[in-house]
Antibody, heavy 121, light 105 residues
Framework: EVQLVESGGGLVQPGRSLKLSCAAS????????MAWVRQAPTKGLEWVAS????????HYGDSVKGRFTISRDNAKSTLYLQMDSLRSEDTATYYC??????????????WGQGTLVTVSS | DTVLTQSPALAVSPGERVTISCRAS??????MHWYQQKPGQQPTLLIY???NLESGVPARFSGSGSGTDFTLTIDPVEADDTATYYC????????FGSGTKLEIK
């Protein structure tokens, strides 16, 4: 069974940093492109970033480009999101998601339960 | 960015057929996918590449369309289908529609 378990969320002040983790199990982590998708309270879904299965290619949404960094450790089957210079508009539940199999990431086949990040003074 | 437009809400009775639409601001070929999000839960994949049913998803769900106009159909609707449904395109950087909240009367 595919499992994605996020951690690291919490309350953080504007301008500070936070690092999210996503522990994956139930599949060969190094075979899949991975992603972070967020959802602000009572709002819709917003793609944040994706990373290739080997970690060499990364892609970011415009709203986080230059502030967030996606990375992975295939030996630990773990995905990360380093979030710097946080803003109040980054307040959201952050979901770890597994892309479809294959070299071209299209859809998000599995999602974790999410971790809530609140940016407030 | 490709903007995806969905109607905000629908209300139907159990046993009825419901269609949820998604219009893209530019052609995305068949690179359109659909998700269901029940209250308090994470999204789950229903349909990928416009018309392919994800494994384990009931055959009551189907998808169609290409280019700019896409449809998710549930037939027949059940009470458990109460949820918000999102479309997502992968023609370029992923974007999601704003979601259609489905209420079962």
């Amino acid at each position: 069974e595919v499992q994605l378990v996020e951690s690291g969320g919490g309350l953080v002040q504007p301008g500070r940093s936070l690092k999210l983790s996503c522990a994956a199990s139930g599949f060969t982590f190094s075979d899949y492109n991975m992603a972070w998708v967020r959802q602000a309270p009572t709002k819709g879904l917003e793609w944040v970033a994706s990373i290739s299965y080997g970690g060499s290619n990364t892609h970011y949404g415009d709203s986080v480009k230059g502030r967030f960094t996606i990375s992975r450790d295939n030996a630990k089957s773990t995905l990360y999101l380093q979030m710097d210079s946080l803003r109040s508009e980054d307040t959201a539940t952050y979901y770890c998601a597994r892309h479809n199999i294959g070299t071209t990431p299209n859809w998000f086949a599995y999602w974790g339960q999410g971790t809530l990040v609140t940016v407030s003074s | 960015d490709t903007v995806l437009t969905q109607s905000p809400a629908l209300a139907v009775s159990p046993g009825e057929r419901v269609t949820i639409s998604c219009r893209a601001s530019e052609s995305v070929s068949t690179l359109m996918h659909w998700y269901q999000q029940k209250p308090g839960q994470q999204p789950t994949l229903l349909i990928y590449l416009a018309s392919n049913l994800e494994s384990g998803v009931p055959a009551r769900f189907s998808g169609s369309g290409s280019g700019t106009d896409f449809t998710l159909t549930i037939d027949p609707v059940e009470a458990d289908d109460t949820a918000t449904y999102y479309c997502q395109q992968s023609w370029n950087d992923p974007t999601f529609g704003s979601g259609t909240k489905l209420e079962i009367k």
